[in-house]
Each structure stands twice: as structure tokens, then as C-alpha cells.
């Protein structure tokens, strides 16, 4: 008898706890479809809210892009009718482009109702510290942008900085790559090019060259002058016009210091320097006319 009073009294546990755990599933049921409606009303909410604002910002998006192509070929084709740098195009084309495509992100993102400000300033703050930390290149590359904007010299163009003289290969954001004349390759920093003085030979269509000889006081300058004018125009680059010229630059105690300015293109200007003195050589020794020798004492001929 007692363990049939201990089985019932068991069997109604089982049956409360059963009925608990159902209560509690039926609980959690209504819970959990609670939560579910409460972030579906939310979200509903938030759609309507912000819907209309996302689809303002997508058409804005939209143009303006469509906008800022065009303006960016409409710059790029100013560029070319004005016959502007072609190193420098297509770099200010990416920073224009690149520069117009970020405020309109952002502004877009401030009519959808992002945090801007906190976005802007940490940016600010990263540029600051990166130009701090390479103030020597952003210097470099700012003068860079100034040479191809500017264009003080060009590639191919022969000039002269810092006592280096050579013809322009490259010109490159940061550096100036020229080929000396002794075939030597040099990198110049465009804020020392930017900085100093710059001698662009090639600016000009022609250069004048400028050589001296020695002429002693025996001899007549009219007649001199003549037989210097036939060597100099012998030389089939010199150029006719401007006309080469000789003339009495100075009086040394032994000689008279004769100038021969003779003119040449840019690209013949060695060509003709060396064959210009070899042919005043040959015609002071075709002619007779005795120089002074280095010791300035006595005269003597020049030799063949």
C-alpha cells in the first residue's frame, strides 16, 4: 500500500514538472515572438525614416559622379588645348577626380546622417601627422608639381643646376634625372632645383659660343679678323643669322685676347665649339700669324 501511495505521488511530480516545462516553452515562445516583432516594428520604423533619405543620397550619389566625370574631361581637354604638360595630366586629373569624389562621399553621408565631423578630423589629424613625418618629400613633391605646372625646363632640354649640366631625362614627382655631358647620370632633388638658380640652354632656338685666341701685336686685327670669320664660317653648323662676330676683348701684356662669337641650334653647340677652334688652328697656320707661346716672352708659329 505504500508504495502505491509513493508512484502516485511521484507520477503527479512528473506530471507538474512536465507542466511547468510546457508553461515555461509557451513562455519563452511568447518572448521570443515579442522580441521579433519589436525588431520588426523597428526596423519598419527605421525604413521609413531613412528611406527616403537613402534613396536622395543614392540620386545625389548617382549625378554626381556623372557630374564630376565630365568636369574632370572637361578639365583634361583644357589641359590639351592649351598645350599643357603631359607629365603633370594625368596627375592632377587623378587628384581633381579623387578630391571631388571625397567631399561628395561625404556629403552624402552627412544627409544620411553619419558622423562627418569625428570621420573628418581623425583624417585631419592623420594627414598632419603623416606631412610631419615627410615634410622633406611632400617639400620635393610640391616642387615637382611646380616644375611640370611652371615648366622651367623640359625632357630632352639642356640646363644647368648646381654646377651640373646635363640633358633632362626624366622628371619625376620627387626627382630631376639629367644626363650630364660626360655621360654621367645625376638626381637632383626638385626643391634644390625649385630653390636655385636653373639655366635652361635649350629655352632659346640657337646659342651663342663663346671662344677666345691670342693674337700678338704684330699682327693687324682687320686682316686677322677676316682670316677668323673664314675659319668660323667654314663650319657648316654655324648659323648665318645671327652672324658670327670677332672682335677685341681685352689686352694682355704679351697678346691681344681676340672674342669669336660664332651661332649655332642647341643641339650643335659642341659640335660646333670643337670645330671652330680646330679650324681657327688651321687657318692661324695656313696664314702665318705667330701667337704668343704660354711663357708670354717671345712669338712664335702656332704649328700644324
Known amino acids: ?23 515555461g516553452l509557451e513562455e519563452a515562445e511568447v518572448f521570443s515572438m515579442d522580441k521579433v516583432m519589436e525588431y520588426l516594428i ?27 566625370n565630365r568636369l574632370v574631361n572637361w578639365m583634361n581637354t583644357v589641359f590639351e588645348k592649351r598645350d599643357f604638360s603631359p607629365e603633370l595630366r594625368p596627375f592632377l586629373k ?15 553621408a552627412n544627409l544620411i546622417g553619419l558622423p562627418v565631423t569625428s570621420f573628418v578630423a581623425i583624417l585631419a589629424a592623420a594627414g598632419f601627422a ?3 613625418a615627410l615634410q622633406g618629400s611632400l617639400s620635393n613633391f610640391a616642387s615637382g608639381v611646380m616644375i611640370l605646372i611652371f615648366r622651367p625646363y623640359k625632357v630632352g632640354d639642356l640646363i644647368e643646376i648646381e654646377d651640373q649640366m646635363g640633358h633632362v631625362k ?21 626643391s634644390t632645383a625649385i630653390g636655385g638658380m636653373i639655366t635652361n640652354l635649350s629655352a632659346e632656338e640657337h646659342l651663342r659660343i663663346d671662344l677666345n685666341i691670342n693674337m700678338p701685336y704684330s699682327e693687324d686685327f682687320d686682316k686677322v679678323e677676316q682670316i677668323l670669320l673664314n675659319a ?64 708670354g716672352v717671345e712669338l712664335g708659329p702656332i704649328g700644324k
Open 42 to 68: 523597428a526596423a519598419q520604423d527605421a525604413i521609413v525614416a531613412y528611406l527616403p533619405k537613402i534613396l536622395i543620397a543614392v540620386i545625389i550619389l548617382w549625378i554626381g559622379m556623372r557630374l564630376i
Open 232 to 295: 668660323v664660317k667654314s663650319s657648316p653648323k654655324v648659323l648665318e643669322n645671327p652672324a658670327p662676330m670677332v672682335g677685341i676683348e681685352s689686352y694682355d701684356t704679351h697678346f691681344i685676347v681676340l672674342a669669336v662669337r660664332p651661332y649655332a641650334r642647341v643641339e650643335d653647340y659642341w659640335d660646333v665649339y670643337f670645330e671652330v677652334n680646330k679650324n681657327m688652328k688651321k687657318a692661324f697656320n695656313e696664314n702665318g700669324i705667330q701667337v704668343a707661346y704660354s711663357e
Open 130 to 132: 603623416v606631412g610631419m
Open 1 to 23: 500500500m505504500k508504495f502505491r501511495i509513493q508512484d502516485e505521488a511521484g507520477e503527479a511530480a512528473q506530471a507538474a514538472v512536465e507542466q511547468a516545462i510546457e508553461n
Open 94 to 108: 587623378s587628384v581633381f577626380s579623387a578630391t571631388l569624389k571625397i567631399l561628395l562621399i561625404l556629403l552624402v
Open 170 to 190: 626624366e622628371i619625376q614627382i620627387f626627382n630631376t634625372v639629367i644626363v650630364t655631358l660626360d655621360n654621367r647620370m645625376v638626381i637632383i632633388p626638385n
